[in-house]
């Protein structure tokens, strides 16, 4: 089993920055990836940002030049540095690992709320 600690989320103006972080302990042999999700009210949950292998990363189109996803593998860490926030950012953010360990696992946090607005 894999826990996941989310921290970082809150309340900022447009155009401010956050950064969420994410930390995994418990069996972390074998993390494959680890990536952050949102979820608005009324919307489907999204893939925003994920790192692959600790060196591949993939964005959204909607994030791309103002979020970077980060990891310390020596923490088992992984950090959402969020740019020049826009109120349409507001959602849920949710961590997740893929841990490929005698197949495929998906753990996810318990979800930070992060708001954009003045």
């Known amino acids: 089993q894999v826990q996941l600690v989310e921290s970082g989320g809150g309340l900022v103006q447009p155009g401010g920055s956050l950064r969420l972080s994410c930390a995994a302990s418990?069996?972390?042999?074998?993390?494959?990836?680890m990536g952050w999700y949102r979820q608005a009210p009324g919307k489907q949950r999204e893939l925003v940002a994920v790192?692959?292998?600790?060196?591949?990363?993939n964005y959204a189109d909607s994030v791309k030049g103002r979020f970077t996803i980060s990891r310390d593998n020596a923490k088992n860490t992984v950090y959402l540095q969020m740019n020049s926030l826009k109120p349409e950012d507001t959602a849920v953010y949710y961590c997740?690992?893929?841990?490929?360990?005698?197949?495929?696992?998906?753990?996810w946090g318990q979800g930070t709320q992060v708001t954009v607005s003045s």
């Open positions: 997740n690992v893929i841990q490929i360990y005698s197949g495929r696992t998906d753990y």
């Open positions: 418990g069996n972390v042999f074998g993390i494959y990836a």
């Open positions: 790192i692959i292998s600790g060196v591949s990363t």
